[in-house]
C-alpha cells in the first residue's frame, strides 16, 4: 500500500519525448515506490502563461498533497531560481519564471523555498535540463517526506506574469440600461475544436445566460449562454460553461475551430 | 501487493489532454491504490464506432476483472444513460451510446446497470464532463470493491451501432464453381501505415490462401494470403491476416496508406 | 512496496497506440504487480538506429536491474531471433537486430540468450507482433525473478548496424598548426527544434569552446561552443553541449529545426 504523495509531470517536452522518460527514471532510480502521473506534455514550447492555467485548472483534480513538476523553462541555465511552492490545494516544483501566477491569483502559498541545496540533487547537472537534474530528484525526496525547509532558503517574492485574465467587467452605461460587456480572449482549443475563453463563471455571475446575452468570437456571434453542447442541434453554433468553469464556444457535433477558422487570442465578448 | 482490478482509460481527448490527467486525478483522489493504465486517447473525436473496435479488441489482453472506462461521448448532458456492463472477460463504465456494440456481439453482457446513484459520483457534476465527474470515481469506487448493484437500476436494453462488420460471406455461384467473394473495408491505419480491415479470421475460414485468392483493396490488387510480412520482398503489396485477427495490407518495409493512397472507407474484397 | 524491477517500453508504434496498451496489458496480466514506464513511441517507424540510439541514452536514468523493453521489428515472423541482452547497468529484451549496437559500443553485454521456450510465452504467439506475444510476457517473468538462462540458449554474436557515430576526429595538418575538424550530422531533433548531433562530449575533450571554434551546420556557422541557451541573446544560433553529452544547435528562445530549414541528416563540423 503506497502511501507517497503522487508526483505529476507538466512539460513542453512534447508527448513520447524521451527528455520526459530520463525525469521518470530519475524519480524511480531516487524512490522505486513513487506514483508518477503525466498531465501533459503537450504544452506548447516555452509557453509559460499555458503552463501556468494548466497547472492551476489541475490542482483540484489531485489529493492536497501531490507534488506537481512542472518544466517549461526558457530560462534554465539563467539566474532564474527554481522553487518549491505549498499552497493549501497542492506543492509545486517549478522554475520561479510566472508559472505560478494563476495559481498564486487564487491564493497566497503559505511557503515558498528557493532549491539550493545539491544535496537533494543528482551529483552532475546539466545546465540545460534542470527538470531532469535537479527537479525530479527534489520531488522523489519530496515524495518521501524530506522536509521542504532544506531544500533552501525561504522566499516570498514570486515572478508573476502580467495580467492574462479576461479584462476586467466593462459596465457601460448601466444607469442608462445599456448593460454590461466583458471582453476576453480564446486560450485554448481542445481535441474537439472547442475554443475555451479566459472568461470565468465567476465573471458571468450576473449574466441572465438568456436569449437576451450576445457572445461575440471574432466575426461570429450567438445568443445565449447554454449548460450542455445536447441543448442544441448539430452544427450550431453554442456558448456554455464548460467543465474548467470558463466560457467555452463550441460547434454542436463539429469543430468551432475548423468552422469559425478561430483560435487561440482571438477576441470574444459577452454583453448583456 | 495490490489486489486491486486495473483501470483502463479510453477517450478521443488526445494524447497529453489535460481532461484525461483530471480523470487520473479523480480516480487517485479517490483511491490512493489504483491502477490506470491509459489504452489510447486517440480516438478520432467522436467516433464510437472507432472506439467500440478498440474497446473489443483491447480487453483480452487484460484481466478479465479489469474495468475499462471508455469516454467517447457526444450525448453528454443528454438524456443517454451511463452504463456499469460486465461481460465475462471485462467491466466496462460508458456511455450507452453504442460503444459496446462489439462486445456485445461478441458476447452477451452478464450484467448491466444504468449508472444513477450520485453517492458515488463526484459532489458537483459538470453537464459537459460525466468522464471526470461520474465515470472515473465510479470506476475507482469499483476497483475498490463497490458492488455494482449499489450504481443503480438494472438494465437490459443497449444502444447499438448498426452492423459495421464486413458484409457476410456472398457466395456467387459456387454451384457453377464461380468460388466465393468477401467484401468489407478498411477500417483503420496504423503507425506503419498497415491498413486494418473488418474481414475476420473467421469469415476467412475457407479461404485457401494460395495464389488461388485474390485481394483487392480500391484498384489495387495482390494474390494469396500471407503469414507475416517478412514472407514477401520489400515495397510488395502483401495481404495477411494482422495481430488482431483481422485481415490488413501492407507494403513491406513502407507504408501502404501513402503507397497505395487509401484510408479508411477503402473497399476491400476477397474472392477465390 | 514493490520489489520489482521496473519495465520500460520503446516502440515504433506511435503514441496513444492500442498495440502499446495490449503489452501493458499482457505484462499486467502475467504480474499483477509490475511497474511499466513508457519511454518512449514515438521511434520513427521501423528506425533501428533511432532506437539504439535512444535507448543506449535512456538506460543511465534507470536503476540497473530495469528491464527494458524495445521493439522495433521490421524482421518480426523471420528467422531473427529475440534476445535478452545483460549490461553492467541494465538489461534489454530485443529483437537481434542491431538495437543494441549503442549500448555494446560502450561496454559488452555480460550475458545474452535467445529467446526460445515458449513456456514464458503467450499461448499463441501471431507472426506479426512478437513484443506483444513474446517480449511482453518474458519482461513480466524477468521481473518477478524469472533465471535469464531458462529463457533459451546462450549467444555471444550481436547483429551491429554498421558505424552511425560521428566520422572520427580529422586531423588535418595539426603539425603545421592548421588544427583539427570533427565531422558528425544531426540525428535527432527535440520539440523545442533543438539539433542533436552525433558528436560527443569525449571527442570535443581537446576542443578549446571559445570563439577560435567554429561549428558548422548545413550552410549555417556559429563560433564558441557554450554551456546553456541564456548564454546568449534571443534569436541567436548558438552550439552547446547538450543534457545527453552530445553537441547540439540551437536558436535561443526559438527552433533551429524551422529557422535553418533543416533536420536529421545534415552535416555538422566543429572545427578549430
Known sequence: MSDRPIITLTTDFGEGSRYVAAMKGVILSTDRQATVVDVSHSIPPQDIAHAARTLAEMVRWFPAETIHVVVVDPGVGSDR?????????????????????NLADRENPRKMVAI?????????????????????PVAAHLSQGLLPDLLGTPRTELVRLTPHAASACVTTGKEQGVGQKIEGEVVEVDSFGNLI?????????????????????????????????????P??????????????????????KIMLGVGAGAPVAVAW
Open 81 to 101: 531560481e527554481i522553487f518549491y511552492a505549498e499552497f493549501p490545494d497542492c506543492r509545486v516544483v517549478c522554475p520561479n519564471n510566472g508559472l505560478l501566477t
Open 116 to 136: 539550493e541545496n545539491p544535496a537533494y540533487w543528482l551529483p552532475r547537472v546539466a545546465p540545460t535540463f534542470h527538470g531532469r537534474d535537479i527537479m525530479a
Open 197 to 233: 475563453t479566459n472568461i470565468t463563471r465567476d465573471m458571468l455571475a450576473d449574466c441572465p445566460g438568456d436569449t437576451s446575452v450576445t457572445v461575440r468570437c471574432d466575426e461570429h456571434e450567438t445568443v445565449g449562454i447554454f449548460t450542455t453542447y445536447a441543448d442544441q442541434p
Open 235 to 256: 452544427m450550431t453554433l453554442v456558448a456554455l460553461i464548460g467543465s474548467s468553469d470558463l466560457l467555452e464556444l463550441a460547434i454542436v457535433d463539429d469543430s468551432a
